[in-house]
């Protein structure tokens, strides 16, 4: 059993910048997931596809293109992460292959411990000369 879902490359982009700017989060969802209690497997076989390319070839093929009827088309967050990415793809060429290699890159994954003071959102324990250092501008 499965199921098959149209994300491409570009989604998969916009959903990890958009769980870290608005999640507070490293997330993103998965090429191949299986649910357990369905028994169903989720596969996303255009998520390596830019979007411009599913686009052209709808119009090759001239498949009929549904506009959406929802009134926030275009003007949601989603949109703004997509014209970020734009952005800096231009300003900096090759940061949106990037953004989408770390999604592949997990080997290299390097993030803060996981161990973090609730209360002030950092970690609870921190190097001495860090202590030092913030004494010394009094943000302890």
């Known amino acids: 059993n499965k199921v098959a879902l149209g994300h491409h490359r570009d989604d998969a982009i916009e959903t ?9 989060r ?17 596969i996303r076989p ?7 390319m599913t686009k052209k070839a ?11 009827p929802c009134p926030a088309d275009g003007k949601t967050n989603r949109q703004n992460i997509k014209e970020l990415v734009a952005k800096l793809n231009q300003d900096m060429p090759g ?3 990037n953004l989408f290699g770390a999604l592949n890159n997990t080997d290299k994954l390097f993030i803060w ?7 002030k959102g950092r ?11 913030l004494s010394k501008i009094g943000r302890l």
Do not use: W
């Not at 255009?46 to 411009?52: A, K, L, P, R, T």
């Not at 970690?123 to 250092?133: D, G, T």
């Open 16 to 24: 990890f910048l958009m769980s870290m700017l608005y999640e507070g």
């Open 123 to 133: 970690p609870k324990r921190r190097p001495n000369y860090v202590n030092y250092l």
């Open 113 to 119: 411990d996981k161990e973090l003071d609730n209360q």
């Open 26 to 42: 490293v997330s993103c969802f998965s090429p191949k997931t299986h649910m357990d209690r369905q028994d169903i497997t989720i």
């Open 46 to 52: 255009m998520i390596y596809i830019e979007e411009y």
């Open 58 to 68: 709808a119009k090759d093929y001239n498949y009929p293109i549904i506009k959406n």
């Open 95 to 97: 940061s949106k292959k």
